[in-house]
């Protein structure tokens, strides 16, 4: 089955970039989607389509993909986004919704 | 948008449980719906989909042959039979809506979950 690697952590300073990749065979032909979980809470969608923000959603957050690996770029990070991090994409040949294993994003 | 699920608690290995999912503030039956597990401290692991029609369903390998994903358009609601169940199966189970009608896409609101545990 398809599988997303991810970096399992990630630290930043307030006011920094921060960069979350997630990893795949071929990942730059697959739409990419990103979320992030803050504790004892759902996961929210940050990005959708490798690069779209839904309504409501900073755009200090964006995303792009290429060849082998997904990035999530967050701009001017702040304190609350400090959470974990998912990509997720839809691997056609197996049909099944497939999830990479998270990055936490700590803020200095 | 509101996802409510209901339908979590203890149940014995090889028992049953059924979840449900009462879906509001949007319009059910144009959307595909998933149900997604998490165990605490862990990722989330997609269990099932199920197109806007039900003319697809999909499986994690994990639980295909003992759970089975429906819908009721008439009630807005989704549902997730649980047969067989193994301690591993122990998790938060939410309800999540897909952006798209068919095939699988970004999952854009999603409930707060009902937590499964089996344990004898």
């Known amino acids: 089955s398809y599988i997303l690697t991810q970096t399992p952590s990630v630290s930043v300073a307030p006011g920094q970039t921060a960069r979350i990749t997630c990893g795949g065979n071929?990942?730059?032909?697959?739409?990419v989607h990103w979320y992030h979980q803050k504790p004892g809470q759902a996961p929210l969608l940050v990005v959708y389509?490798?690069?779209d923000r839904p309504s409501g959603i900073p755009e200090r957050f964006s995303g792009s993909n290429s060849g082998n690996a997904a990035t999530l770029t967050i701009s001017r990070v702040e304190a609350g986004d400090e959470a974990d991090y998912y990509c997720?994409?839809?691997?056609?040949?197996?049909?099944?919704?497939?999830f990479g294993g998270g990055t936490k994003l700590t803020v200095l | 948008v509101q996802l409510v699920e209901s339908g979590g608690g203890l149940a014995q290995p090889g028992r049953s449980l059924r979840l449900s999912c009462v879906t509001s503030?949007?319009?059910?039956?144009?959307?595909?719906m998933h149900w997604v597990r998490q165990v605490p401290g862990k990722g989330p692991e997609w269990v099932a989909g199920?197109?806007?029609?039900?003319?697809?369903?999909g499986y994690a390998d994990s639980v295909k042959g003992r759970f089975t994903i429906s819908r009721d358009h008439a009630e807005k609601s989704l549902y997730l039979q649980m047969n067989s169940l193994k301690p591993e199966d122990t998790a938060f189970y939410y309800c999540?809506?897909?952006?798209?009608?068919?095939?699988?896409?970004?999952?854009?609101?999603w409930g707060q979950g009902t937590l499964v545990t089996v344990s004898s």
């Open positions: 999540a809506k897909d952006l798209n009608s068919s095939g699988w896409s970004g999952l854009d609101c």
């Open positions: 199920i197109t806007w029609n039900s003319g697809t369903r």
């Open positions: 997720q994409v839809w691997d056609t040949s197996s049909g099944h919704v497939v």
């Open positions: 071929n990942i730059g032909h697959k739409n």
């Open positions: 389509d490798d690069s």
């Open positions: 503030g949007f319009t059910f039956e144009n959307y595909a």
